[in-house]
């Protein structure tokens, strides 16, 4: 008897270790570079203000419900009557509902309003769009021109408000960057603008989050944030043209690339334009390929041109599989070289 006790004491010790372990690892996936626990800006501070608001009430209003229903269980039958009283009933179960919710809708009505309606006369104007599956960046002049065009990367200068008009070429998508600026919709036919400043250096995920497809999943990008210095030396090398081939190797990827690749990307300063693909002109200098799912080394390069409908299927890029391992590397190599 006293074993079977004794064992299971130490089995409901380790169902709490198990559980404390879970909560632990929880809230450690809250914080890092895709999570609104960890703002990067005042936009998403007050994001993660309504977050922690939420969090705290509805975890106080569930325990003070699983404790009136185990009393309403449990306590002896002369004690628990009040729990069926007209006032209790209607005081937490209409009047407390219909305050605490008009209270937190006119709260989250004037957070959203503050997200959306910046009043910065000179943001960083920047268009992206949706595509499935990854991002069209394009950077504005003060005029609204475009200035260059990138993809699935986005670098912005710190303290400086940053105005993102997002749309989408195809379904619906939804722009969820959790540590600068929370989540707005690309709606098919309208253009919605999405502001926000980030206040500190550092790079950022975000993720599509509207299910767009097959490959909804493996549609992500970056936001580098970096100082206004640095920053303007990244969007002047951006606004250059393509590298020109200082090797062999690359002269004969070069040569390659234009017949097969120059109808659906474009390399700027040379014949390939297509745009049905992103813009390789500064391939070479992104983190990722694909939309944020592979680093980028001349490794992946070729692995992507030559089954990139096995790493992503179904995406617009057909596998290149007829490429000879010269070959792939020579391309891997011209692309990595575009910095
Ligand atoms: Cu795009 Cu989900």
Redo the contacts with the bound molecule.
């Keep these: 008897m006293a074993c079977s006790i004794h064992a299971r004491v130490s089995q409901s010790r380790a169902r709490l270790f198990v559980f404390a372990l879970l909560g632990v690892l929880t809230l450690a996936g809250c914080t890092g570079i895709q999570s609104t626990l960890e703002p990067h800006g005042p936009d998403a501070q007050r994001i993660a203000t309504i977050a922690w608001i939420l969090f705290t009430g509805a975890a106080v209003i569930f325990f003070a419900v699983t404790a009136l229903a185990g009393y309403a269980l449990f306590a002896v039958p002369t004690r628990r009557g009040w729990i069926a009283s007209t006032k209790l009933i209607i005081g937490a179960g209409v009047v407390f509902p219909v305050v605490a919710l008009s209270v937190l809708l006119i709260y989250t009505f004037g957070v959203a309003g503050a997200l959306v309606g910046g009043k910065d006369s000179t943001p960083l104007k920047i268009a992206v769009t949706?595509e499935m599956?990854w991002w069209r960046v394009h950077y504005l002049d003060a005029s609204g021109h475009p200035l260059l065009v990138t993809a699935n990367e986005i670098h912005i200068p710190v303290g400086r408000p940053v105005e993102l008009s997002l749309a989408t070429a195809d379904v619906l998508?939804s722009f969820w960057l959790p540590n600068l600026a929370g989540k707005l919709d690309m709606i098919p036919g309208r253009v919605n603008v999405l502001r926000f400043t980030a206040d500190q250096a550092g790079v950022s995920r975000g993720q599509?989050a509207?299910?767009?497809g097959a490959q909804?999943a493996k549609?992500a990008f970056y936001v580098d944030a970096k100082t206004p210095l640095e920053f303007d030396v990244w969007l002047a090398a951006q606004q250059a043209p393509g590298q020109t081939p200082r090797t062999e190797q690359h002269a004969r990827g070069r040569a390659l690339f234009e017949p097969h690749c120059g109808a659906c990307h474009t390399v700027r300063g040379t014949p390939a334009a297509g745009v049905l693909g992103p813009d390789l002109t500064h391939i070479g200098s992104r983190r990722s390929l694909a939309a944020g799912i592979l680093p980028n080394n001349a490794g992946t390069l070729a692995g992507w041109i030559a089954s990139s409908q096995h790493l992503k299927p179904e995406n617009r890029m057909p596998s290149f599989a007829d490429f000879t391992g010269e070959e792939l590397r020579a391309l891997a190599a011209y692309l990595e070289s575009l910095q």
């Design positions: 949706g599956w998508h599509c509207e299910y767009c909804h549609m």
